[in-house]
Nanobody
Framework: VQLQASGGGLVQAGGSLTLSCGAS????????LAWFRQAPGQEREFVAA????????YYADSVKGRFTVSRDKSKNTVSLQMNSLKPEDTAVYYC??????????????????WGQGTQVTVSS
């Protein structure tokens, strides 16, 4: 299933953006739906995940309290609401999924379906 992230853009520090992820022409499925990001020259890092159907959410310490991940089954999407953005949040953001939940949900190696990311740039 090809996943497509959208909603990125340029925003000033302190601003907000909402990213959305959908599956092209198919139902977004899997117990684990996650967001990762990758800044230039850096490794891909975990941002947030939602465990379905328990609807439990998990966040990287760097975004806890500022970002909110949620799944909307009716719209077949998973969203990432980002508030109080900082310049260090600048990266390409990717969504991904995994059929079975993994205790290593924060490890990008646990996921094998990645779509095109969306660029988020936060200016100071």
């Amino acid at each position: 299933v090809q996943l497509q992230a959208s909603g990125g853009g340029l925003v000033q520090a302190g601003g907000s953006l909402t990213l959305s992820c959908g599956a092209s022409g198919r139902t977004l499925s899997g117990d684990a739906l996650a967001w990762f990001r990758q800044a230039p020259g850096q490794e891909r890092e975990f941002v947030a995940a939602v465990r379905w159907p328990l609807n439990r959410t998990y966040y990287a310490d760097s975004v806890k309290g500022r970002f909110t991940v949620s799944r909307d089954k009716s719209k077949n999407t998973v969203s990432l609401q980002m508030n109080s953005l900082k310049p260090e949040d600048t990266a390409v953001y990717y969504c991904t999924s995994r059929q079975i939940w993994s205790v290593q949900y924060y490890n990008p190696g646990q996921y094998n379906q990645w779509g095109q990311g969306t660029q988020v740039t936060v200016s100071s």
